[in-house]
């Protein structure tokens, strides 16, 4: 019953609190005033009962650790780590106001093509930038990713992420917290207790991608022991998908679900390539189309504003060529043999 409390605490750190986020194994988010430049901030602070397991406080700090090393418009920027008079650790990040792509989700289960591929593609390209620093975010799905209130794409929530060549300490960490991650969303080898790699994030995102285009999540079982075993045995045939999905699309969404790592993309951005292939001729900046779709399926409607796909003027100057060389060639053919 103490963690269900919602008093404000009067102060953390120099900022002032105003609302809670929400709480979890961890300890508490709180939304607060930043006096000195007058902006929001979101602060995580770490339950006081875990201040004495070094585990917990190695995982903490090295959350925003993580956050500090890595520059992408995708991703959250942290401002602050310190320790309290208490000790209790708090953690100061960007706030970003938008809705998460599980709540947009459960108003709209089977988004617009356009939005499925901006999403994507926004998320593969942050992912790039996270596995060049050796990290694997390792618990991708809809509740960490997110439309803000501008219609930029941001990827949220690196507390179980985790360094693949990581020093003694954080390997007993990672043993302490074996099946990391949100089970309806792990890889095959997440699900034997296996490494997570980069490879294992490009799986997650293969589900998230087939969840929107779908309509569901089809690996998620009764229970976890059947949902891993969905996850390792089930194959998504292309005949699932609907008929509106280009056969490109499908296959990055495939080769993304390949049981085997080695069988998927070699790198977030090789993926991220394939699918701005796909989307060549929708405009190039696809916030202001995301915003507006987001406030229409937020009350139920459907969004009057969408990108417009410019045709591919390459395709016709090459056709328009090649009839023109036609005729060229058989010109000179007639000249040569009857004249």
Not at 322 to 327: D, E, F, Q
Request: charge should be neutral; proline fraction near 5%.
């Amino acid at each position: 019953m103490a963690e269900a409390k919602t008093k404000l605490p009067k102060k953390i750190g120099g900022y002032t609190p105003t609302q809670m986020l929400g709480h979890g194994a961890m300890g508490n988010v709180w939304l607060c005033h930043d006096p000195s430049l007058d902006r929001m901030v979101v602060v995580k602070q770490m339950r006081q009962v875990l201040l004495n397991q070094d585990d917990f406080i190695l995982r903490f700090e090295r959350e925003a650790k993580i956050l500090a090393h890595l520059n992408h418009p995708a991703i959250i920027q942290p401002y602050a780590l310190w320790k309290e008079s208490d000790g209790q650790l708090s953690l100061s990040m960007e706030f970003v106001e938008g809705k998460s792509l599980r709540e947009l989700l459960d108003c709209c289960k089977q988004p617009p093509l356009w939005v499925v591929l901006s999403i994507l593609y926004e998320i593969l390209t942050a992912l790039s930038e996270v596995h060049r620093y050796g990290i694997v975010h390792r618990d991708l799905k809809p509740a960490n990713l997110m439309i803000d209130k501008d219609g930029r794409i941001r990827l949220l929530d690196f507390g179980v992420a985790h360094a693949e060549k990581e020093n003694e300490d954080d390997l007993t960490l990672t043993v302490a917290g074996s099946q990391i991650g949100t089970g309806a969303y792990m890889s095959p080898e997440q699900t034997l207790n296996e490494d997570a790699t980069p490879l294992s994030d490009l799986f997650s995102m293969g589900i998230v991608g087939a969840e929107m285009l779908l309509g569901e999540n089809v690996f998620r079982g009764e229970n976890l022991s059947k949902t891993f075993k969905r996850i390792q045995k089930l194959r998504i045939k292309a005949e699932a998908f609907p008929k509106r999905t280009p056969k490109a699309l499908i296959k990055v969404i495939l080769k993304l679900l390949a049981k085997n790592p080695s069988k998927r993309y070699l790198s977030a951005a090789d993926a991220a390539d394939d699918l701005s292939k796909i989307m060549k001729g929708y405009p190039r900046h696809m916030e202001p189309y995301l915003a507006e779709w987001v406030l229409a399926t937020l009350n139920g409607k459907e969004s009057l504003v969408e990108p417009q796909i410019v045709p591919d003027k390459s395709k016709k100057f090459f056709i328009a060529g090649a009839i023109l060389g036609a005729v060229v060639v058989a010109t000179l053919w007639i000249l040569v043999h009857f004249l």
